[in-house]
């Protein structure tokens, strides 16, 4: 339910705008209390009056009208929100918001909000893979804004393709996970480690592996979001850092340790989501080694093992491990929980395409002290990082 929650909702000027009028009848039988603001062209698809009497709210469309209170009313309406919703949203106002521009109703009181603001896209397929409006999209999710895909199917332009708004229902769905989030880890300080290491040979050459970054990330994000302090020390990626972390940037697996040790004591979960490299070369070559017409032969000496040291030093924090594996997956994960004293540890195949360390999904299954298993079924890295963290709150409780 979304009982007493306060929405405004920013309509834009597109064809969707009417699907808009289903949302509010939705949003306020959830038991929300919904404000719309209409940019100037949305009021050439529809009709404030729809608006309002769905509402039952006066509909605010004009930033010089007279104000009903005498009170600036895009500042008190930025401030009223506990959620901002924009939908449809065109190229033209994720434009605007990219470039901070604020110059009528909805933009000004986007600039001015401190809530959540969600963007429900519907244009036309072309419009929507532009790579301005894609560029623009992308920044603005680094910004923070939350963005509801739009969906394939027959646009009103005739096309077929992605661009068409969510359907109404699914906007609610995505707007109560929002709020169900909650504040949940305030006062928490959680150290996330993601990423790889790199281990240097010589000024050209490294040992690494492939893990990407995205799964701490975004555990890193989802604790944030859950209004954690956030400590993201992470190995070399090409992730953007999610807003509100503080970011330790590190290279190898003996900065990731020194880092964590410094941060380790003033932390109350752990979560090492990081592909630490297990050795690294005896002798680091100041100069590019040169090939010869022999084998080259390097030798590795064993990098600390960052999790077990901290299985050792622990006293009220909860210690989160990672079991990246390619056989034996519950041995393998067991063992590792035991040896490194963990609370939990999440465990997932490395082997298949939807679950390896690039891949926008991931799926496999969480023990924790007693060895008992839930089952975590393929879903976004996003959605397993709240299920992650949903099992830590038990812990904490
Ligand atoms: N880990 C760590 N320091 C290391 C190696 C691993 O902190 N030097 C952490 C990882 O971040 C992960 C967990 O330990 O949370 C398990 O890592 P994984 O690479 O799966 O296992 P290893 O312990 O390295 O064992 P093996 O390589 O033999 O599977």
């Not at 006066?58 to 104000?67: H, Q, S």
């Not at 521009?101 to 959540?116: E, G, N, Q």
């Not at 068409?164 to 504040?183: M, S, T, W, Y």
């Not at 709240?386 to 830590?392: G, N, P, Q, S």
Request: proline share 4%; glycine share 6%.
């Amino acid at each position: 339910m979304l009982s007493d929650k306060k929405i405004v909702l920013g309509v834009c000027g597109g064809i969707a705008a009417y699907k808009c009028a289903d949302l509010v009848s939705r949003l306020v039988k959830e038991g929300a209390k919904v404000k719309v603001v209409m940019t100037k062209s949305a009021q050439e698809f529809i009709t404030p009056l729809t608006f309002q009497t769905l509402s039952n709210n006066r509909v605010i469309t004009d930033l010089f009208a007279e104000p009903q209170n005498w009170e600036v009313e895009h500042i008190s309406l930025a401030q009223w929100a506990d959620c901002l919703v924009i939908a449809p949203a065109t190229a033209n106002v994720i434009g605007k918001l990219a470039a901070g521009i604020a110059d009528d109703m909805l933009t000004t009181v986007v600039a001015a909000t401190k809530a959540k603001v969600i963007i429900a896209p519907a244009m036309n397929t072309n419009m929507y893979n532009n790579r301005i409006v894609r560029k623009n999209i992308d920044y603005l999710i680094d910004m923070g804004y939350l963005f509801i895909s739009p969906a394939e199917g027959r646009l009103a332009c005739g096309d077929e393709g992605l661009g068409r708004l969510e359907e109404p229902g699914n906007i609610v769905e995505f707007i109560k996970r929002v709020f169900d989030k909650g504040e949940d880890l305030k006062g928490k300080t959680v150290l996330v480690t993601a990423g790889p290491t790199r281990e240097i040979i010589d000024p050209v050459r490294f040992i690494t592996n492939g893990s990407s970054g995205k799964m701490g990330y975004a555990v890193a994000e989802a604790a944030v979001e859950q209004g954690a302090k956030v400590i993201l020390v992470s190995g070399p990626t090409t992730l953007t850092p999610p807003q509100g972390v503080e970011l330790v940037k590190v290279t190898s697996a003996r900065e990731m340790y020194e880092k964590v040790m410094e941060y380790f004591p003033l932390c109350d979960i752990v979560i090492k989501a990081a592909a630490v490299s297990d050795y690294r070369p005896v002798n680091v070559s100041s100069q590019k080694i040169k090939k010869t017409h022999d084998n080259l032969e390097i030798k590795l000496e064993r990098n600390p093992d960052i999790l077990y040291e901290l299985g050792k030093l622990k006293t009220k924090q909860i210690l989160v491990g990672f079991a990246a594996e390619s056989t034996n997956i519950f041995e393998y994960a067991k063992e590792k929980l035991e040896k490194k004293n963990l609370d939990l540890i999440v465990a997932n195949d490395i082997t298949r395409d939807e679950t390896g360390f690039s891949s926008d999904t991931n799926a496999g299954f969480i023990m924790d002290r007693d060895f008992s298993m839930e089952n975590i079924p393929k879903m976004s890295k996003h959605q397993m990082a709240d299920v992650i963290l949903e099992k830590v709150k038990q812990l904490i409780k």
